[in-house]
């Protein structure tokens, strides 16, 4: 019964894992658990805001950890962070000195340490199965803020995001800021942009996407914004267009595999072979789909592109594609003819596999921009904020609210039912609901 409330609890309150993935964390609630895993690694190059959270509310993400390691029956919780964040290390330490259960696991400086699978085995050293999850395993993973969001949600819903900005800005900060506030005004809470022509990318800036309209607005699962010039390398990789990803593919790619040797999947012993779906890219016929096949294992963590690849090409894009054709065929990773079914087992070479983080800013062209980003209050009101109805995984919410109704910060303006996977979503602001559509509800102050 108790289980049951919590559920509903999270449910309504709209939370959904704040690490990227936009997973409803309800779902992972109603699961039965040994272990629950916080993931404090924080990986992507330049963000802070997981680090500032543990810093600032780390008795709040515990108290989070609790009630899910309550929900799950989980005997034991684990906070897996990076060895070098000696000052929050301390802080947590000092924190789970009153908590039962609760243990602290140092990770190295790696990516994608982050990467739920590595991070499944380097806390607790089970492999998650190819095509699985952690739950095979025993395990639930949740990001920081996501727990800090858990602890709240009898009192508070989903509202505000903790957001890192980056980059090209006059003032790197970190700050909570809320859903719906556009993209454009976040850069200006940072001082502006420090060059004239400039993009971002929303989210990390290995698995974030590139944007140039800054009116979009910020989404539960945004994690920060890096702001570059707009003929920064990173920029230009990540606005590739597919045919010319493809067609540079084809000609240029020489089977060195090192996409391959340094994946960190096929370390984990998947046998996802990158090098494998760029070979595709020389087939018709059912030869390519067998080769696309190893693209249904990709994490999507662009290792691969980014950093891996000495001609630059872009292997991730082209698991992106090979998985794309693959869903158009029916053909996923229980339809596939490969056979997914075996134990993975770690690669012997792995530990000396992996990719330094400071050496992933170096290649990413990044070392500029490597500063700190002090959190700071967000005292800025916006006057209108966009809601996206979609900002999660499954069926987009219901609107229940109407254009011209007063609503206050918290009130539910749009729901899912309970036979379907979603969020409910709510108002960040005090105002008047503006402009309803299929994608957003709009509130002006
Ligand atoms: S690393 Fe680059 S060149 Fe080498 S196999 Fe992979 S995609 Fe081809
Ligand atoms: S993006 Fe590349 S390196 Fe990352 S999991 Fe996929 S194939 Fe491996």
């Known amino acids: 019964m108790i289980q049951k409330d919590f559920v509903k609890t999270l449910k309504k309150a709209g939370i959904v894992g704040a690490g990227g993935a936009g997973f409803p964390a309800y779902v992972k609630a109603s699961s039965k658990a040994e272990f629950v895993i916080v993931n404090a690694a924080e990986c992507e190059p330049l963000l802070k805001k997981d680090q500032q959270i543990l810093e600032r509310y780390p008795e709040i993400v515990f108290d989070g950890l609790e009630m899910m390691m309550k929900a799950t029956s989980a005997k034991s919780g684990i906070i897996g962070i990076k060895k070098k964040h000696v000052k929050v290390i301390e802080i947590l330490k000092r924190a789970a000195a009153s908590r039962k259960n609760i243990e602290i696991k140092l990770l190295g400086d790696y990516y994608p340490a982050g990467d739920e699978f590595c991070l499944v085995y380097d806390t607790i050293g089970r492999l998650v199965p190819m095509g699985g999850l952690p739950i095979n395993v025993g395990a639930v993973v949740n990001n920081v803020e996501t727990l800090y969001n858990v602890a709240i949600a009898r009192k508070y819903p989903i509202t505000e995001k903790f957001l890192?900005?980056?980059?090209?800005?006059?003032?790197?900060?970190?700050?909570?800021?809320?859903?719906?506030?556009?993209?454009?005004?976040?850069?200006?809470?940072?001082?502006?942009?420090?060059?004239?022509?400039?993009?971002?990318?929303?989210?990390?800036?290995?698995?974030?996407?590139?944007?140039?309209?800054?009116?979009?607005?910020?989404?539960?699962?945004?994690?920060?914004?890096?702001?570059?010039?707009?003929?920064?390398?990173?920029?230009?990789?990540?606005?590739?267009?597919?045919?010319?990803?493809?067609?540079?593919?084809?000609?240029?790619?020489?089977?060195?595999?090192?996409?391959?040797?340094?994946c960190p999947r096929y370390l984990l012993g998947h046998i996802l072979n990158p090098h494998k779906v760029m070979r595709s890219l020389l087939f018709s016929g059912s030869g390519k789909d067998i080769h696309n096949e190893f693209a249904l294992l990709c994490s999507q963590c662009s290792l691969c592109s980014l950093y891996s690849c000495p001609e630059n090409l872009d292997p991730k894009s082209i698991c992106d594609m090979a998985k794309k054709s693959l869903i158009e065929k029916s053909i996923n990773i229980k339809t596939a003819s490969m056979d997914f079914e075996n134990q993975p087992k770690v690669h012997p070479l792995r530990d000396y596999r992996k990719t330094p983080v400071s050496k992933l800013i170096a290649r990413l062209n990044l070392s500029d921009y490597d500063k700190a980003a002090p959190f700071i209050e967000f005292n800025y009101v916006p006057g209108k904020v966009r809601i996206m109805l979609s900002q999660h995984i499954g069926v987009p919410a219901e609107v229940i609210a109407r254009v011209g109704q007063a609503v206050k910060k918290g009130d539910t303006i749009a729901s899912v039912s309970d036979d379907k996977l979603g969020a409910y979503i709510h108002a960040s602001i005090n105002g008047k609901v503006s402009k309803i559509n299929n994608k957003y509800i709009e509130i002006e102050k």
């Not at 979009?216 to 597919?242: A, E, F, M, Q, Y």
Request: glycine share 12%; with cysteine.
């Open 164 to 262: 890192t900005v980056t980059g090209a800005v006059k003032k790197p900060c970190s700050f909570k800021a809320p859903i719906g506030i556009s993209y454009g005004e976040l850069i200006e809470f940072a001082g502006g942009a420090n060059c004239k022509d400039y993009a971002a990318i929303d989210g990390g800036p290995m698995m974030g996407k590139v944007i140039t309209d800054f009116t979009l607005p910020v989404t539960k699962v945004s994690g920060g914004l890096i702001v570059l010039p707009k003929n920064h390398s990173l920029i230009l990789k990540k606005s590739r267009p597919d045919n010319s990803v493809s067609r540079i593919g084809k000609s240029a790619c020489d089977q060195c595999s090192f996409c391959t040797e340094l």
